[in-house]
Every structure is written in structure tokens, then in C-alpha cells.
């Protein structure tokens, strides 16, 4: 998957930009380890080419749209899944290597792998 | 006087940072971050409850189940006295560790339904079950003499 920047009032809603559209924040965990973080988003429902990632200036945005529209002819007898798209922005303050971001979408789930930038890696310090 | 209309909560949604602090000695992300996340693993859903679309068109019912992360091998769909039950086992691992979540909802199904003819396909992690109705629950027209 590439990551893409794509409209800028999602990189940067302001309270004067008339933010019309619906979103919600997708479930989401962080796992870290000493070389990389992962990032696991639940996205039930975005078909792979429905979701968009860009990262930058440090902040991780997933954009995930949703396609559950009611096909023609249907009658909706119970409702609890929501229709609104997903929309996630994580402010990384750790040093990551943006050009070996990794994305991948399986089963509803992305998972987005982050390697550290070696300067942020722990390091041992030997005691002379 | 100028009155300032402000939404909070629906800007939040949209411009809201989400922040992960990192230790510098444990490397890991805080906890707090995840028990802040507790309150929303089911939105809409109490206990461990799959929500669940319901649509009828005239030859068949169709239920969609969100079950982001399941694997179709960890699906069980079973109709059993009217009530169409679907349970999913989530299985999440973190390196070593391995944790798993057992899902299950249950719907009550017309007795119109072709048990026989009842099919689902797990696609983006949303399942759908199509349940076709019974040849005498169609609607059919009925010619004039």
C-alpha cells in the first residue's frame, strides 16, 4: 500500500474549514518494541483500496471509507453497524523511519509497522 | 455581544490528536492509553455482543456481523430452533503473547427461512449471512382468470 497524502482538510481540519462530514475513531492498539511499533486499526467494512494512509510532520493518519450502503430493493429491518467512515490520527512522538513504513489489511484489520529510527533505538551503555 | 458557537465533542471526533507517549525507559506506549480506549471496544454493543444489520429483500434475509480480526476458521454459524447464532473467536498476537476473545450474537429467524440454502461469506472482516426464504414466504402474483 502507498501512502498517500490526500485532502488537505484532512491533514488539517480547522474549526473555520466547515468540517461537514461524519467520522468516527476506529479501535486501535499500539504494541512497541525496542526496534519498531505496530499499529493495529480495526477497519470492518474498507475494502483495501478504501483506505488511505499518509503520514506526515509526525502524524499518522488512516482514512478508511466504508461502503455498506443498502443495496436497491432492500428493506432494513435492524440497524446497529454504523455507516460513517473512519478516521484516525495518531501523533507519533518517537523517531520512525518513514520511508520503511509498512501497511498491510487483513480480515478488517491494518496493521501498520513502524520501524524506529536507529538513534531511538535503546542501547546498552557499558559501565567501565 | 457576539455569541461563538463551538461543538466540542464533534470537533474532537475530527481534529483530535491522539497522543502516545513514549518512556524513555520503558519504550512502551502508556497504559493509560489503552484503558481510555476500554469504554469503546463495542460502541453500541453491551458484553460481548457482535452487532448485527438485518435487510430482507423478497427471496432472502441478509445479516451482517462486524467481526474485524476473525479468521473464517474461527467463525461458527449455526441455526438452531429459529435462532440463527454466530459466534467468532478473535485471536490477537503480540509477539509471545497470545490473547483471545470469544464473540457470539444470536438472532431469531422467521420459520420462513430455507435452513438447507442458508449461506456466508467473510469479506473485509464483516460477515454476511444470507438466508433465503422459503419458496412459500416469496411474494408471488397471482393471475386473473
Redesign the interface.
Known sequence: MNTTCHTPTCCA???TSG?TES???P????????DA??V?V??????KNGVKLDFDDN?LTVRGERN?S??E??????????PLSY????????PVEEEKLVAK?E???LTIALPLKQAAK?RQIAIQ | MKLIR?NPS??A??????????HP?A???SLG??FN?LS??F???TGDRL????????DA??A?F??????KEDVKIELNEGMLTVSAEKR?K??DNESSLRLSRS?SVSDGVNAEAISAR?E???LRVTLPKAEHRKPRSIALN
Do not use: C, Q
Open positions: 481540519p480547522s474549526a468540517v467520522l468516527r475513531k479501535l486501535y492498539n499500539v504494541h512497541g518494541g525496542t511499533y505496530e493495529r480495526e477497519l470492518p467494512g474498507v475494502p502524524i455498506i443498502v443495496p430493493g432492500m428493506r432494513t429491518l435492524h440497524r446497529e453497524l454504523s478516521l484516525l490520527r495518531l501523533r507519533l512522538n518517537a489489511l480480515d478488517g484489520v535503546p | 463551538t464533534a470537533l471526533r475530527v481534529s483530535g490528536f491522539d497522543e502516545w507517549f513514549r525507559f519504550g512502551l506506549p492509553h489503552f480506549n469503546e471496544v460502541p453500541g454493543v452487532a448485527v444489520d438485518v435487510h430482507e429483500d423478497k434475509f441478509h451482517s462486524e467481526v474485524p480480526g476473525v479468521k490477537e503480540n509477539g438472532v467473510l473485509d472482516g464483516v
